[in-house]
């Protein structure tokens, strides 16, 4: 079962990670404001996870509640943990940086929010 | 629900004759899918947008239905009987809130022209069910 810090944010819903770029960050120098052509690498790029999911709950409450739970996780500034998936993969030193709900919460069987969460792990 | 031959149809206050079938469907207008990690299977599916449209179709005998009974864009109450014998046992009464969406009509050969009445139903909150099945014994 997927966590951040332990904590099972994400259980309500199904919900899918995806890893972002590896590599380098190169962008072009005319970017930078130089008149040369060509790129120019600073660094490494930071590990990124996102989570796109739906929180489910019988009710308006209880999806508030949940949603509640899922912000609580972003710290400002942001303090890094363990996430993991579903699979057992685990990623340390991760940040949780944005959360943001997809669409309006939906009122069917249950009540919903589809989300998308990013984590990045940022430079000590 | 698709109810044959109901025994009396009422747009607001005015009276459809010759109805030979009224047919209530319901369809999720944009379901929420979800898959998750596990496969490759959906595992979430929900209605959270449901839409209810009602088809009345009337045979034309010779009466014209009055100006204005079957205007688009009309919303009125529609309301029907039926049973499921010819006794009142069971009787109910079926009705909704509705907008007339569209009115055609169909014509075979050695039948009698058929009006369709398409109608979208309306829920008085967003949270109630827009039609109600009640008991109407007499």
New interface residues.
């Given amino acids: 079962m997927s966590s951040f810090k332990g904590e099972t944010i994400f259980a309500s819903g199904p919900h899918v990670f995806a890893v972002g770029a590896v590599g380098s960050q190169a962008v072009l120098k005319t970017a930078l404001g130089s008149s040369d052509p060509g790129h120019t690498v600073l660094g490494a790029l930071d590990l990124t996870v996102t989570v796109t999911g739906r929180l489910t709950a019988a009710d308006v409450p209880g999806l508030d509640d949940l949603i509640a739970a899922v912000e609580a996780q972003i710290d400002v500034p942001p303090k890094s943990g363990t996430l993991a998936d579903n699979d057992g993969h685990t990623w340390d030193g991760m940040s949780f940086v944005t959360f943001t709900p997809r669409g309006p919460v939906r009122k069917g069987r249950v009540v919903s929010q589809a989300y998308e969460a990013v984590f990045i792990r940022l430079p000590a | 629900m698709f109810v044959l031959n109901p025994e009396k149809v009422q747009f607001g206050s005015a009276a459809w004759p010759n109805v030979v079938s009224v047919a209530v469907d319901s369809a999720a207008v944009q379901p ?1 899918e ?5 496969g490759p299977w959906c ?2 599916v ?5 839409r209810v449209a009602l088809t009345v179709k009337q045979e034309l005998r010779g009466t014209p239905l009055p100006d204005g009974a079957a205007e688009l864009g009309a919303q009125a109450e529609l309301k029907f009987y039926t049973s499921p014998s010819a006794s009142s046992r069971g009787r109910v009464r079926v009705k909704a809130t509705a907008v007339i969406t569209g009115v055609s009509h169909e014509h075979r050969v050695g039948a009698a022209p058929v009006r369709v009445i398409e109608l979208l139903a309306v829920s008085a909150d967003g ?1 109630a069910d827009p039609v109600a099945v009640e008991a109407a014994e007499v």
């Fill in positions: 929420a979800d898959w998750g990690d596990g595992v979430l929900d209605c959270p947008q449901r949270a």
